[in-house]
């Protein structure tokens, strides 16, 4: 009762009556009563929530208690098999497909677990012995074969003393915890009381409730079949609902393979067997019918399995008869056949899998049965299959699904993916499976895939019963591949070893090995035959089934209709696109050619004018001339007057030379005047009247422009901006819509700017620091969106056309959809009736322009019918002439810039009907009766995609709903589409790479044929690849595919592991250069070769390029072929069978569908008439002489030689003949979409010429381990460097040589060389240089791939055709930052700048020097410098008056000045901080020591090496710091050292060398000790260093000290003497600390000699100098050569102790200077003096003159406008090209003169009044 008055009370609340309930309790509300109020109303929506998941947890726990409890019963009966346990397992076995017996097995399941407690106590009572009662059966052995050892290792029989009663219950001692023993059956009891719980719970909840139970087994009461199609939330609640009821049959089938798989047994076999049957029946009615059966049969076999796993009472001690009997039975066969057995006993886990089958097939029963249930079929939805006759045609008649092919909604988009692209998946899948595993069985996986990949669109267009059928059939041979690997399993299990030795290839073929564990396999160790452990299995098998099953459903589905019925609209609309991309081309190719025109004629009216003004000047002067000119006219007059003829012929000459005879070269280009500037005033004003252009709408601000404005003003700024942009974008969008409703086609857009400016805030307000804070973060995430739609703008604009095309086909199968709908029969002839009534229903509606639409320029009227090019109003030409320059002109494909198709097609509101023809005055079913029957590509008003879009005739709601739901997605998926739209538009670059990818990756002849055909056909096909090549590109693939499986069976002998390791590196061994060798992941670059030819398959379908149809010209604008005779003859046949067709075909012979091998059929006809011919002669010669058979023998062979030399001849000219047609079309094209990438063709040479510099050892056969910078600093070239240097330079030569003079025969010769020879080199002449594969050689892989995109981009330009103007630098074509920086990057590269200029001077025709050529350059450089610094201060603008701000200032100014301080400090803080900072550690590799007595013998030598060198540890360095930490000058030179940098010279004692002296010299020692005042003792040290590290690798040192007293020099001569055997002490002879500099000198570290006390402590650990000891050791007279052998001890003397033991070996401590790293040494290596000269000093000068120069350059370089000097050197450039060399040099003379005059460049340069 509290619960449900919980309830209740839970129920009626709200948060209205809780404000209530709070307000009242509190008095007067304030905001923390508002606070209290919102965290009431939490707190009620959280218990909510909290009840409804505990609604939802109970009905789960009731939906799926039985399952879980039978699951749990199962388990733990397999876990413990017993007799006891049996009764257990047939109840709950039983139970699931029977419901009736379900509540009897869960009460008797209780009662009987409570038994099994009961005995398992019993059995632990102490009476109870087991060893008394247990059988013992070592003497009941009766074994007739061989496995007795087996038997006795293995089996219970004799392991240990059988205890029946484990046998019967499970029945065993437990010691002294009895819970482990229990815990199974009491989890039962467990189970059981969860199970009456929820039952009476949920009971409880739905009596108290008033509330019925469900029909079906739903978790989601409100979800039907209703609400499927509503959104993707719907969708996901409806399958959570009916998931197994709408694919409980496919999962009871992928069940039971995975049953096989887990199993691979004589039972799984008997599941295989019942798949196959199931999969027969095929219909689900027929299915059902079986199905009761289906269960019984699995019950039945799991509880007589069970009783196999219990088996015989061990007890009895009687084994089982294939264990006694006399033939053989292997364990592994009895494992198998899953027979009882005491030794290997069956897996009683592999019931568990079985049971999941019952389960699932249980289930499946029941849904069975619901079908039938109307109730059911209501909430639900009925199950019942589709008809397999059934058309899309009649779709909208029957279907009960909506069309979801627009895409309205996230569901659509799910769907679309299902039903449209499944297919495929599942294809590439089924390729994975037959590659993965080498077996027999698997070709026929790739046969089908193959097959499917082939005619799998065609297939998908016929009725569903077509495909199905062969779905089917791959569905069956997939379960029958799964149970012929199980039955198969007899042998890889059972029989392995017998087959290795005799029937290896049968291993091989089918892929046999054993794949589930348990299985003894004795394999033998010496056998040459290799296991296929990695070919096994049916994984891949099982995944492909189910996923085919899958696919199975889609195909039976009703959605997938419409995928059909789109496929076929597109089908229908197959070469539509082709025909919208010819017509945006050639309407390209035309403005282009209108506007050159137009350039040169408005160049040439200029000149003209100028002439004449000249000529009135000249004139002038003629009235004075001077008296020089007078003679010379007086004798002229004189000439005439005498010959009248000869003087006329002189005039006539004079005028076709020159009208000024007397002006050179020289004197024209230095002779420009102020006339010259006379007439641009008048060309303005006649470009003002003809070019009028609308006022634009401003545009909306880009994401830099947004960031740039937040830096100069502030973020507050910027939003506002923002918010502008926004608003103004919305109000247009608004006015479209409502212009649109209104039945407005013309958009005009004008915004008012005092209505923003109004609503604008006070930009002068002061922010406190929180809200620019808060502003700062929201422009952040303002930047963000608008870099987003910025870049997903950029991508849609890269896509443009192939978007807008795709756009309008969608648009057309739609209409065809619609014409579907009615009942009508679909054709293009369906969309050009509706276009032809739609605008006849304009021309009447409003004859005289009241209805307008949007267009180009060109399409202001509609052109007559049958013509491809539109008139043009505001050009003063005839459509001929338009015809004819278009046609005239080159034939390619064109690479749309879109800001110049801007400029020259800007749109236009122009009245449609605005012509006068009779052709379209007429009724609609007039001009149907017309154009019935007429192809698409002949519309009478040809409009390219963008303009079919803007003057949109065709409006659905679907269409538009589609629209709004783009429009509407979050910015990541828009940017996700604009990526898939660009890949998608270049969906043929990505093939090419993948194939190119494929062969650098495979490098073998099968990958070779794709590549070269790729550059010498496809990408020189115009406009684009045939269907041919892609066909035959996918083909091909397939082929190789297919050879290269058959090659990995292993029974060749390359696929040995043995041949392998030893040929896996050969470059030119057979299976390696052909491709086919042994390795994994042999085809993965296949299948995506494969992936993206499909691809790019459906792309051309889907866009209508699959077909292509040339736009057919009329009669009269045909072009006239003035070609020689004998083209014109060679082309006849053409011309006659084919009078339409363009330049867009690949071949050009009189077979158009460019089959070299068609006309077999004529063939064979004519080879007929011959024979017969050939045989009565044969016939008459036999006649008259019949004896002759030697004659008539040779005649035979003759005549069969001619024939073959014939059909050889015949066949060379089939195949020669098409291949010089396509280069010759390509050569002299008939119009031409000119481009020029010979930009990026260069940069692409300039990247592999820097791979060839730094890998040039990758070309060479030992060159790997040279280093170049070696080799060039010993002045040796290597020859491989130098040779691909000399190539590479050399192809770039001749690359622009071609590229200048235009020479299209050239470039495609040499393309093809290029080509060949590459390919040829790379990878057949190349490994064998370098003994290594291609695919080793990464650098070689890399210049490939880098040389395959310039054949690709060379490839496009010979497609398209070299424009008129090559000159101009390329990074000159727009104006931006990123341009201007590359464009003063190329001009820094040494003597790169003054080579182009010299190549193009040489191969261009014009009238200029050398060295006016380069000032040109020059001049245009440094105005296109000018050109990009004036539009971004368009661009990122800067308001007047404003101060510059101080992030501004201090960023800009402040890293300036850090630039400036560190190059003025640079060279002290390099060498402070190279060895501080990245300093190498030095340490020494050998300490010498030496000490001599000046003028004598050295009287020790010593050295330490190795571990008599021993750097400090941190504990020793500290220690050191400590003894000097009182000592500032001291500490100040340790800290400059690391501890590794400091090392403990261990000298010892004895010195290495004896004392070899003179006896003479030794006297005169003596001599010279005893009589001298003073002794020199000399101290010498040698360090030796990596030579690597630093140049000088010795450092050496010395130290003398002076002893004068006597005592020193007496124990010195009486040591000498011998009389002396004690040690003679000499003081500070020794310094402890040394130091090791970089240089040649290593000096003591004086800064440690410090003051110290002289206590005996103090004098060891500080003193600097310290003592030491000498003594002359001596030997026993040396008997074989009489001399004494001496040498010298010397140590050193520890002041701390007395005695002999006072003294030790010699220590130095040697502090190590860190040096320069090796990459740091050519700077360090100079000095701090000699990089303030070099470097330092250098700069200075470059920075000064940056400064000094500004004020001289003000008058060039301060330049307002300079887009008329811009012109006028592109007007140099142009007329150069054309070859009006004459107008070179007059333009040329006017830009020298521009330069010198400083009044016309200050009037040139101004800007506009507009501005």
């Given at each position: 009762m509290e619960q449900s008055q919980y309830y209740v009370v839970y129920r009626s609340s709200s948060t209205y009556a809780s404000v209530k309930f709070w307000n009242a309790l509190l008095g007067k509300p304030n905001k923390w009563n508002l606070v209290i109020d919102k965290l009431a109303s939490l707190l009620l929506q959280l218990l909510e929530n909290f009840h409804k998941t505990q609604v939802l947890a109970w009905r789960i726990l009731e939906l799926h208690i039985l399952k879980i409890v039978s699951t749990w019963v199962i388990c733990i009966t397999l876990q413990e098999v017993s007799l006891m346990n049996y009764p257990l397992f047939v109840l709950w076995v039983f139970a699931?497909?029977?419901?009736?017996?379900?509540p009897r097995a869960s009460k008797i399941c209780t009662v009987w677990s409570c038994v099994m407690v009961i005995c398992k106590m019993m059995y632990q009572l102490k009476f109870v012995r087991p060893h008394n009662y247990s059988s013992n059966c070592m003497q009941n052995r009766s074994y007739y074969h061989d496995s007795l050892d087996e038997l006795l290792q293995k089996s219970v029989l004799y392991i240990a003393p059988v205890d029946p009663a484990d046998w019967c219950g499970g029945l065993r001692k437990c010691g002294d915890n009895v819970l482990p023993c229990l815990k199974n059956h009491l989890t039962i009891l467990a189970l059981m009381i969860i199970e009456v719980t929820v039952h009476h719970h949920q009971l409880f909840y739905r009596t108290q409730n008033q509330l019925t139970p469900p029909v079906t087994g739903i978790i989601f009461d409100t979800i039907t079949r209703e609400h499927l199609d509503d959104g993707l939330l719907s969708c996901i609640k409806y399958f959570i609902n009916y998931s197994f009821y709408k694919f409980g049959l496919e999962v009871c089938l992928i069940v039971a393979v995975n049953v096989i798989k887990h199993r691979m047994d004589f039972y799984a076999l008997l599941h295989g067997c019942w798949v196959i049957y199931l999969l027969h029946r095929r219909r689900r009615k027929a299915v059902a019918e079986v199905w009761p059966r289906y269960c019984s049969f699995l019950a039945s076999v799991m509880t007589f399995q069970y009783l196999l796993c219990i088996g015989l009472p061990p007890a009895f001690c009687k084994d089982y008869l294939w264990r006694t009997s006399r033939w053989t039975i292997h364990s592994n066969l009895i494992k198998w056949l899953y027979l009882p057995d005491f030794a290997k006993k069956p897996d009683a886990s592999f019931l568990l899998y079985d049971f999941l089958l019952l389960?699932?097939?249980?289930?499946?029963?029941?849904?069975?049965?619901?079908?039938?249930?109307?109730?059911?079929?209501?909430?639900?939805?009925?199950?019942?299959?589709?008809?397999?006759?059934?058309?899309?045609?009649?779709?909208?008649?029957y279907s009960p699904v909506p069309n979801f092919i627009h895409c309205r909604s996230y569901l659509d988009m799910a769907k679309v993916v299902v039903f449209g692209y499944h297919f495929w998946f599942v294809l590439c899948l089924i390729f994975i499976t037959g590659t993965t595993r080498i077996n027999i069985f698997c070709l026929g996986?790739?046969?089908?895939?193959?097959?499917?990949?082939?005619?799998?669109?065609?297939?998908?267009?016929?009725?569903?019963?077509?495909?199905?059928?062969?779905?089917?059939?791959?569905?069956?041979?997939?379960?029958?591949?799964?149970?012929?690997?199980?039955?198969?399993?007899?042998?890889?299990?059972?029989?392995?070893?017998?087959?290795?030795?005799?029937?290896?290839?049968?291993?091989?073929?089918?892929?046999?090995?054993?794949?589930?564990?348990?299985?003894?396999?004795?394999?033998?160790?010496?056998?040459?035959?290799?296991?296929?452990?990695?070919?096994?299995?049916?994984?891949?098998?099982?995944?492909?089934?189910?996923?085919?099953?899958?696919?199975?459903?889609?195909?039976?589905?009703?959605y997938f209709l419409y995928v059909v019925a789109d496929l076929k609209a597109a089908k229908i609309l197959a070469s539509r696109g082709a025909e919208l991309f010819e017509v945006k081309l050639k309407k390209v190719v035309a403005l282009r050619l209108e506007e050159e025109k137009k350039s040169l004629q408005a160049m040439r009216r200029q000149m003209e004018l100028i002439k004449l003004k000249q000529k009135k000047f000249d004139n002038l002067k003629q009235k004075t001339p001077s008296p020089e000119e007078t003679a010379v006219d007086q004798s002229a007059k004189e000439q005439q007057l005498l010959d009248p003829e000869e003087g006329g012929k002189k005039e006539n000459e004079d005028k076709k030379i020159w009208w000024q005879p007397w002006v050179t070269h020289t004197s024209m280009i230095r002779a420009g005047s102020y006339y010259l500037f006379e007439t641009d005033s008048e060309e303005e004003e006649e470009q003002g009247h003809t070019e009028k252009k609308k006022e634009e709408s401003p545009k909306k601000k880009t994401a830099f422009q947004l960031a740039y404005e937040a830096w100069m003003s502030s973020s507050k700024s910027a939003l506002r901006t923002r918010k502008q942009d926004e608003t103004r974008e919305q109000r247009k969008k608004e006015e479209q819509e409502q212009l649109r409703l209104a039945g407005e086609v013309k958009l005009e857009f004008h915004e008012e700017k005092g209505e923003i400016s109004g609503t604008e805030e006070n930009p002068d307000e002061s922010e406190s620091i929180i809200e620019r804070i808060i502003n700062t973060i929201k422009f952040t995430w303002v930047f963000v969106q608008a870099l987003l739609d910025d870049t997903t703008e950029a991508l849609n604009s890269l896509c443009k056309n192939n978007l807008d095309i795709a756009n309008v086909l969608r648009i057309e199968r739609c209409m065809l959809w619609r014409e579907i709908n009615k009942g009508k029969e679909a054709s293009p002839d369906t969309i050009l009736h509706y276009y032809n009534r739609k605008k006849s229903q304009q021309v009447q509606a409003n004859p005289y322009g009241g209805n307008k639409m949007k267009g180009t320029q060109e399409d202001q009227q509609i052109p007559r019918r049958g013509t491809q090019l539109p008139h043009e109003s505001s050009i003063s030409r005839t459509p001929d002439e338009v015809a004819e320059e278009i046609n005239g002109d080159e034939a390619g494909e064109k690479r749309e810039d879109e800001d110049s198709i801007k400029e020259a097609a800007p749109e236009m509101t122009t009245p449609f009907p605005s012509y006068e023809t009779k052709d379209y005055a007429v009724s609609p079913s007039a001009e149907r009766s017309k154009e019935a029957g007429r192809p698409l590509n002949e519309v009478p008003a040809i409009m390219t995609a963008s303009e079919l879009l803007l003057n949109r005739m065709f409006h659905d709601n679907e269409l538009e709903q589609s629209d709004k739901f783009y429009q509407s997605l979050p910015r990541s998926l828009k940017l996700g589409f604009a990526l898939y739209n660009a890949m998608v538009s270049k969906s043929e670059m990505l093939c090419y790479f993948v194939i190119i990818l494929n062969h650098m990756v495979s490098a073998s002849v099968l990958t070779l044929v794709l590549p070269i055909l790729i550059f010498l056909w496809a990408m020189l096909s115009i406009p684009r690849p045939t269907k041919f090549f892609w066909m035959m590109a996918i083909v091909y693939t397939e082929i190789t595919v297919v050879v290269k499986y058959f090659a990995q069976f292993g029974f060749f002998p390359w696929t040995t592991k043995l041949y392998c390791g030893i040929n896996a590196e050969e470059p030119f061994v057979l299976p390696n250069i052909v491709g086919i060798e042994k390795k994994d992941g042999y085809v993965h670059f296949d299948l995506v070769q494969l992936l993206a030819l499909f691809f790019h398959r459906s792309i051309l379908k889907c866009h209508g390029l699959w077909d292509s149809k040339s736009v057919n010209v009329s009669d009269t604008k045909k072009r006239r072929f003035s070609r020689s005779p004998k083209n014109q003859e060679s082309r006849g046949d053409l011309q006659e069978d084919e009078p339409g067709l363009g330049a867009w075909h690949l071949f050009r012979h009189h077979n158009p569908s460019g089959s070299i091998f068609r006309g077999r059929k004529t063939a064979s006809v004519n080879r007929g008439k011959t024979q017969k011919k050939e045989a009565r002669k044969k016939w008459k010669l036999f006649r008259k002489n019949p004896i002759n058979k030697k004659k008539l023998l040779k005649q035979k062979m003759k005549q069969l030689i001619l024939k073959a030399k014939k059909l050889v001849i015949k066949i060379a000219l089939q195949i020669y003949r098409p291949i010089r047609q396509f280069f010759y079309d390509i050569i002299h094209p008939e119009y031409s979409p000119v481009c020029d990438v010979y930009a990026l063709m260069f940069l692409v040479d300039v990247i592999n010429f820097i791979i060839v510099i730094f890998g040039y050892w990758a070309f060479g056969k030992h060159s790997a381990a040279a280093d170049i910078t070696e080799s060039l600093s010993e002045d040796q070239v290597p020859e491989a460097f130098l040779v691909m240097l000399l190539i590479q330079f050399g192809t770039m030569i001749v690359d622009r040589a071609i590229y200048l003079r235009k020479t299209m025969f050239g470039k495609c010769v040499f393309q093809v060389v290029l080509v060949f020879g590459i390919h040829f080199w790379m990878f057949f002449i190349l490994p064998g240089v370098t003994e290594r594969r291609f695919n080793r050689n990464h650098v070689a892989q890399l210049w490939y791939l880098v040389k395959c995109v310039y054949f690709g981009l060379s490839a496009y330009q010979i497609k398209c055709g070299y424009p008129n103007r090559v000159l101009g630098n390329f990074l000159t074509k727009s104006y931006n930052f990123v341009n201007l920086f590359l464009f003063q990057g190329f001009r820094m590269v040494p003597f790169l700048t003054e080579l182009r200029a010299v190549m193009d001077w040489v191969w261009t025709d014009t009238t200029l020097s050398l060295s006016s050529w380069i000032c040109v350059e020059d001049l245009y450089a440094n105005v296109f410098i000018m050109k990009c610094l004036r539009e971004s201060e368009k661009k990122y603008p800067q308001p007047s008056g404003q101060k510059k701000k101080m992030i501004v200032k201090y960023g800009i100014g402040g890293c300036i000045v850090f630039i400036l301080v560190c190059i003025v400090w640079f060279p002290l803080l390099l060498m402070s901080l190279v060895k501080s900072v990245a300093g190498v550690t030095n340490q020494p590799l050998d300490v010498s020591v030496t000490i001599t007595i000046s003028g004598y013998e050295s009287l020790f030598t010593m050295s330490a090496q190795q571990r008599n060198l021993i750097p400090f540890s941190p504990a020793a360095y500290n220690e050191l710091a400590n003894?000097?930490?009182?000592?500032?000058?001291?500490?100040?030179?340790?800290?400059?050292?690391?501890?590794?940098?400091?090392?403990?010279?261990?000298?010892?004692?004895?010195?290495?060398?004896?004392?070899?002296?003179?006896?003479?010299?030794?006297?005169?020692?003596?001599?010279?000790?005893?009589?001298?005042?003073?002794?020199?003792?000399?101290f010498h040290w040698t360090i030796l260093r990596n030579a690597s590290l630093v140049k000088n690798v010795e450092a050496s040192g010395k130290y003398t000290v002076r002893y004068e007293e006597k005592e020193i020099r007496e124990q010195i001569v009486q040591m000498l003497n011998g009389t002396r055997k004690e040690p003679i002490l000499l003081p500070g002879v020794v310094p402890r600390y040394l130091r090791a500099t970089a240089g040649a000198e290593a000096r003591t570290a004086h800064r440690l000699q410090v003051a110290h006390s002289d206590k005996p402590q103090d004098v060891d650990k500080m003193a600097f100098f310290r003592n030491i000891t000498i003594k002359l050791q001596q030997l026993a007279l040396n008997s074989s050569s009489g001399q004494v052998t001496e040498w010298w001890v010397i140590q050193e003397w520890n002041p701390t102790c007395s005695g002999n033991a006072c003294s030790k070996n010699m220590e130095l401590i040697i502090y190590n200077d860190k040096v320069s790293p090796s990459s740091l040494g050519f700077l360090a290596g100079y000095g701090i003096v000699g990089l303030y000269m070099s470097v330092v000093l250098v700069i200075g000068k470059f920075i000064r003159e940056f400064f000094n120069g500004i004020s001289r350059s003000i008058m060039f370089e301060e330049l307002p406008n300079v887009d008329r000097i811009l012109k006028l050197c592109m007007d140099i450039f142009l007329v150069r090209e054309i070859g009006e060399l004459e107008l070179e040099e007059q333009l040329f003379a006017k830009l020298i003169f521009l330069y010198r005059s400083p009044e016309t460049m200050i009037k040139w340069t101004r800007e506009s009044k507009k501005q």
């Open positions: 699931l497909p029977y419901p009736k017996l379900r389960l699932f097939a249980s289930l499946q029963w029941q849904v069975f049965k619901d079908e039938n249930k109307a109730c059911v079929r209501i909430e639900a939805g009925d199950n019942v299959e589709i008809s397999r006759e059934l058309d899309p045609a009649a779709l909208s008649q996986y790739l046969m089908a895939c193959f097959y499917f990949m082939l005619f799998g669109s065609s297939l998908l267009l016929k009725p569903v019963k077509t495909i199905l059928r062969l779905w089917d059939y791959l569905i069956l041979y997939t379960a029958l591949v799964i149970v012929m690997k199980n039955l198969l399993a007899i042998g890889a299990c059972a029989y392995l070893d017998k087959l290795l030795r005799n029937h290896c290839w049968l291993i091989q073929t089918f892929g046999m090995f054993c794949t589930i564990p348990g299985y003894d396999l004795a394999l033998p160790e010496d056998e040459k035959c290799e296991l296929p452990e990695n070919e096994a299995g049916i994984v891949w098998d099982a995944i492909s089934f189910t996923f085919l099953l899958v696919q199975r459903r889609v195909f039976m589905s009703y003894q000097y930490a009182l000592h500032p000058s001291a500490m100040q030179f340790i800290v400059n050292y690391s501890p590794e940098d400091i090392v403990l010279a261990k000298i010892k004692s004895n010195a290495s060398l004896l004392w070899s002296i003179s006896p003479a010299s030794r006297e005169a020692m003596m001599d010279e000790l005893s009589s001298s005042t003073a002794v020199y003792i000399n």
